[in-house]
């Protein structure tokens, strides 16, 4: 159990305009939490501060060879103004294990998550009211030695921010286009792809920013090794139906293991779909999408909760989806999460987690 000194600022910030529309990620809360990590002290000094930006040295590791790595949560506000957390767990053993690739050493879930819990208390009014917004919580730990040497660092700083923010994509829960990336890959065996550390982003932003220019909202990364496999968009896992049948790529290395993802699993397991997660061939998606047998495609993950996908386009070749409209089963997947995020169906599995009053 984490001992948190809080301190409030004085001069409180004000808060974007609370509608629907608002834009994701662009605005930040009053308050920051901090732990920082020496090897003598382990994780200490948790402390809740005014946001204000970090003093760093320029030679710091995180700056030359990015050693961190992040987390995506948001926090709920609820139709009985309870303020929500989404299965925090589940994103704090994620960062355990994201922690172990990236030589970062561990933080205890319970002291992750009684941090993230510290925080949305202490900046609760930042958690947006409108439809379908959410106060998004960015976790993350970057290396602070100074020094050219390239080895882990053995000091850290632990921090956790958080801005109101509505859908990740400007598109919101209207479909989006989907460009496959046939020349850049995200990953490998053996490398980083099943952690969320800065680099795995990166590495991606040229592929990205290429689609865009084409209308594209992001990219779908194939396997590194074939470019065969399709494995995961972006900012979100990629789920198929075909034939009634949902496919979506295996955790195996390569992709990383989304909350929403193994959320949405369990749901459409309850409903009784067969949910097939394995090596699915781009080309067989594509012959399934012009045999009309590719029923629908969705992306998940926090920040884009159910991501309806309209279009994909692959070396030239393209498929449509769903006659570009949001598909039945993208639908009931997309109303029982937000539904149980935000209160509006009852938490049948046990994944909400309440963490004050509004
Ligand atoms: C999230 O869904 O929370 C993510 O971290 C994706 C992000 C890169 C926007």
């Not at 917004?133 to 030695?145: E, G, M, N, Q, W």
């Not at 990629?238 to 290395?253: N, Q, R, S, V």
Request: proline share 6%.
């Amino acid at each position: 159990m984490l001992d948190i000194k809080i301190t409030k600022t004085t001069a409180p910030k004000e808060k974007p305009v609370d509608s629907p529309k608002m834009s994701f990620g662009k605005t930040f809360s009053d308050h920051m939490f901090l732990m920082d990590y020496n090897p003598e002290q382990g994780w200490h000094d948790a402390r809740i501060v005014p946001y204000a930006p970090f003093q760093l040295d320029p030679a710091c590791v995180v700056f030359h060879y990015a050693q961190e790595l992040f987390e995506g949560m948001k926090a709920y506000r609820s139709v009985d103004n309870t303020i929500q957390l989404f299965r925090p767990e589940c994103n704090g053993a994620r960062m355990q294990d994201s922690s172990e690739r990236m030589c970062i050493p561990k933080i205890p879930v319970e002291d992750y998550v009684q941090a993230v819990k510290a925080l949305v208390e202490v900046d609760k009014d930042w958690v947006p009211h409108s439809e379908g917004t959410s106060l998004y919580i960015r976790p993350f730990v970057i290396a602070t030695d100074v020094g050219m040497g390239v080895h882990a660092s053995h000091n850290y700083t632990f921090c956790i921010i958080c801005s109101p923010s509505g859908a990740y994509y400007a598109e919101g829960i209207d479909p989006v286009r989907i460009y496959v990336e046939d020349e850049y890959i995200r990953a490998a065996p053996g490398l980083t792809g099943f952690t969320k550390c800065g680099g795995n982003y990166a590495a991606s932003i040229l592929a990205g920013a290429l689609a865009e220019k084409k209308g594209f909202a992001q990219v779908l990364w194939l396997d590194g090794v074939e470019k065969k496999y399709v494995e995961e968009v972006g900012s979100m896992n990629i789920m198929f139906k075909i034939d009634g049948k949902i496919y979506t790529a295996a955790c195996t290395g390569t992709v990383l293991p989304g909350v929403t993802r193994r959320s949405c699993i369990e749901l459409l397991k309850d409903w009784g779909y067969e949910v097939i997660e394995g090596k699915l061939a781009i080309a067989d998606v594509m012959k399934a999408g012009h045999e009309g047998r590719l029923e629908e495609v969705f992306g998940t993950g926090t920040a884009a909760v159910v991501s309806p996908v309209k279009e994909l386009d692959w070396k030239g070749d393209k498929v449509f989806i769903s006659d570009g409209k949001i598909g039945p089963v993208t639908q009931k997947l997309y109303d029982t999460m937000t539904g149980m995020q935000w209160g509006k169906l009852p938490d049948t599995k046990g994944w909400i987690v309440p963490v004050c009053k509004g």
